[in-house]
């Protein structure tokens, strides 16, 4: 059973351009969120998608949008990127039962994201 | 506002030590807690997490974790660590009303002298 799987592993992107990472949920989950990492800083909470929504967002600018498909995988979009936008960038998934003892995240290895 | 907090930013200990690792959250209402750790290259592992009842929480890799309100702390403790400990660990406080809206602290990096 594949965990959360991201790709790529690796990207460098320089101003001002557009870049666009995939997250694959682990296998029955249907809730994906995408977290933040600065060098080190602990993950901060970007956006969160749950049937095709974005259900909740952290404090990003506009320039961070996302989507779900039907299979729940995600996307996450970064456009006009700064140099501060570099960062591993998580994703993590869940199952959304309502019960808060279960619904638990599961993370994926990231991506690195450098901005020259 | 909700916010956690790793005094410790670096912590080395022997194999074979003890191990605790502080943090302390800010929130307003009844956390749910949770410890991950990071290795090189990998995503964030749950290790334990706390909701309710018995404030001793046992985790996986032999971590514990005790929940203390009065203190607003949720502290990481393993008897005696391994080389493979060697990692970097994470607090979090997860919101009652959003299940996946976590807040980090900024992580406590463990090296284990052998």
């Known amino acids: 059973d594949a965990g959360v799987t991201q790709s790529p592993t690796h990207l460098i992107k320089t101003r001002g351009q557009q870049v666009t990472l995939r997250c694959s949920p682990k296998?029955?989950?249907?809730?994906v969120s995408w977290y933040q990492q600065a060098l080190g800083q602990g993950p901060q909470f970007i956006f969160q998608y749950y049937e095709e929504e974005e259900r909740q967002r952290g404090n990003f600018p506009d320039r961070f949008s996302g989507h779900q498909f039907p299979n729940y995988s995600s996307e996450l979009n970064v456009n006009a990127l700064l140099l501060g936008d570099s960062a591993l960038y998580l994703c993590a998934s869940s199952l959304f039962t309502g019960q808060r003892e279960t619904d638990t995240q599961y993370f994926g290895p990231g991506t690195r994201l450098t901005v020259l | 506002a909700q916010s956690v907090t790793q005094p410790d930013i670096h912590i080395t200990v022997s194999e074979g030590a003890s191990l605790e690792l502080r943090c302390n959250y800010s929130?307003?209402?009844?956390?749910?807690l949770f410890w991950y750790v990071q290795s090189p290259g990998q995503g964030l592992q749950l290790l334990l997490k706390y909701f309710s009842g018995d404030t001793l929480v046992q985790g996986i890799k032999g971590f514990e974790a005790e929940f203390k309100r009065s203190q607003s702390s949720f502290n990481l403790r393993k008897p005696s660590v391994h080389w493979s400990d060697a990692a970097e660990y994470f607090c979090?406080?997860?919101?009652?009303?959003?299940?996946?809206?976590?807040?980090f602290g900024s992580g406590t990096k463990l090296n284990v002298k052998p």
């Open positions: 296998s029955g989950h249907d809730t």
């Open positions: 979090a406080v997860g919101p009652m009303n959003n299940f996946n809206k976590f807040y």
């Open positions: 929130y307003g209402a009844t956390p749910y």
